[in-house]
């Protein structure tokens, strides 16, 4: 099956991607916010910076469902698998 | 605009693709070997969460170790070398074989930049007294540590934790400047990709858009946090 679709503009993701990491930065290194706050933010950008990649660099976005959910699995896996150590080790 | 406006189809497979999935068999395995890979670094990336928020101490802070600075410039190489790749990629699918090999002679370079910089970061950091197995004694940052600067319970899991995570990036990234340095010199350069065959550069664009990706969560994680 083909599918066509308009090509994501790839320049404008690295804007993106080069404004998030700097965003990153000036949070880490410049903003006086709690640490908690600071560790979601910084997590919530890395997240969203990944997304970008592999949504248009590694065109997922336009991939069928059947390709996206085996890139996808790997990942609630490796969440339990540190959600299960932490609780050995800490908890 | 019109470049980024212009339709393409590149979900149409180079190869015949297997039936159900539709991908051909290269990218599929590729897929498969990315899936893996997620794993892999998840071990690692979970094993330094579980040490660092089960550590008996204080976790030193990244800033007083690290050169940031220097590795906020190579991560936004790395970022800069996706970019090109992708665009190597997209100048194959419109049947430009010229301005694929300039995208991705840029990507090899900007990748072996990263490498060296990266080996660069650790002989500064060894110098300064940063080893895998903590801090050397007699060191720049041992004298950190007498002063209570640098934390001494946890210098030694940082440093174990932090060679391990950075080295097995620095690895896969060398591996893939190697893959595709090949790829250039007895594919791209001899004129074999085609608007109807460019399995190869999406192949090894998958792979290096995946070391990209691995070192945008790393960089936060070793970093910044």
Known sequence: METAHKRPNYILIWVYLAVLTAAELALAFKLPISPNIKLLLLLFLAIWKAALVGLFFMHLKFERWNLRIMAIIPLPLAVIFILAGMSEHIW | ?225
């Open chain 2, 1 to 225: 605009m019109t470049h980024a406006a212009a339709t393409v189809d590149q979900m149409r497979p180079p190869y015949p693709a297997e039936r159900g999935l539709d991908v051909y068999n290269t990218k599929l395995g590729m897929w498969v070997f990315l899936a893996s890979e997620v794993m892999f670094f998840a071990a690692l990336i979970g094993t330094y969460i579980i040490l660092r928020f089960g550590a008996p101490g204080e976790w030193a802070k990244p800033g007083i170790v690290l050169n940031i600075k220097i590795t906020a410039f190579n991560t936004f190489l790395l970022i800069c070398s996706s970019v090109s790749m992708v665009k190597a990629y997209a100048a194959i699918q419109d049947g430009d074989p010229k301005k694929m090999r300039f995208w991705l002679l840029l990507t090899i370079l900007g990748g072996a930049t990263f490498v060296g910089i990266q080996v660069y970061e650790y002989i500064h950091l060894i110098e300064h007294g940063f080893v895998p197995s903590g801090v050397r004694e007699g060191s720049e940052l041992a004298e950190l540590v007498a002063k209570g600067q640098l934390p001494a319970a946890t210098m030694g899991l940082y440093g174990s934790t932090f060679f391990t995570m950075t080295g097995f990036h620095g690895f896969h990234v060398t591996c893939g400047v190697i893959s595709m340095t090949y790829l250039y010199l007895t594919k791209a350069l001899p004129g074999k990709y085609t608007k109807q065959s460019y399995g190869g550069i999406e192949t090894v664009g998958l792979y290096w858009h995946f070391v990209d990706l691995v070192w945008i969560i790393l960089f936060t994680i070793v970093y910044l946090i």
